[in-house]
T-cell receptor
């Protein structure tokens, strides 16, 4: 059973517009959420994170929103740029132990069109 | 600044052959991980090592063994490779385990094909 879900395998956005990537989770024990960006033939790189005590975290063009009651988070990229074209993975972890590392979603392929 | 380095980058194996993927990190991290990525499946945890001297199974450990050689190095071994193990393998590390704010850093990946 998937605990972290990214229901959109791909998303196409025009350059300059806002990109919104969505992620849902089912495990109530998750208390830390991250977004990773991955280019082809490279490893995932950390983009932005949010703790469950917050509902928003901003870093330049990237903002992550967390809705704990809905078990939903989203990544907003404004404005979208060609270099943002990549696969974005949502990930979650719990500080209470259990299976370690991060639990990842299947990824969303973001395509920025000129 | 190397970060997480894994070798080899590409490997083709015949069914039944064995091989070891090597990983080293230079960030003085305590925890290390091996993930695999398959099309449409995201990243799945194979094994992890919370600290030097300890290893634990992740989500998909069958067919693999690991060794935490020292704080820097964490290897993944396929004893008898199977076509189902064709995948991209990522080694990763993080400062601590199970702590809010823990960020995992990944290597560049190893592409393994089993024929």
């Amino acid at each position: 059973d998937q605990q972290v879900k990214q229901n959109s395998p791909s998303l196409s956005v025009q350059e300059g517009r806002i990109s919104i990537l969505n992620c849902d989770y089912t495990n109530s024990m998750f208390d830390y959420f991250l977004w990773y960006k991955k280019y082809p033939a490279e490893g995932p790189t950390f983009l932005i994170s949010i703790s469950s005590i917050k509902d928003k975290n901003e870093d330049g063009r990237f903002t992550v929103f967390l809705n704990k009651s809905a078990k939903h988070l989203s990544l907003h990229i404004v404005p979208s740029q060609p270099g943002d074209s990549a696969v974005y993975f949502c990930a979650a972890s719990s500080s209470g132990g259990g299976a370690d590392g991060l639990t990842f979603g299947k990824g969303t392929h973001l395509i920025i069109q000129p | 600044n190397a970060g997480v380095t894994q070798t080899p980058k590409f490997q083709v194996l015949k069914t039944g052959q064995s091989m070891t993927l090597q990983c080293a990190q230079d960030m003085n991290h305590n925890s290390m991980y091996w993930y695999r990525q398959d099309p449409g499946m995201g990243l799945r945890l194979i094994y992890y090592s919370a600290s030097e001297g300890t290893t634990d199974k992740g989500e998909v450990p069958n067919g693999y063994n690991v060794s935490r050689l020292n704080k820097r190095e964490f290897s993944l071994r396929l004893e008898s490779a199977a076509p189902s193990q064709t995948s991209v393998y990522f080694c990763a590390s993080s400062p601590v385990r199970g702590v809010v704010g823990n960020t995992i850093y990944f290597g560049e990946g190893s592409w393994l094909t089993v024929v």
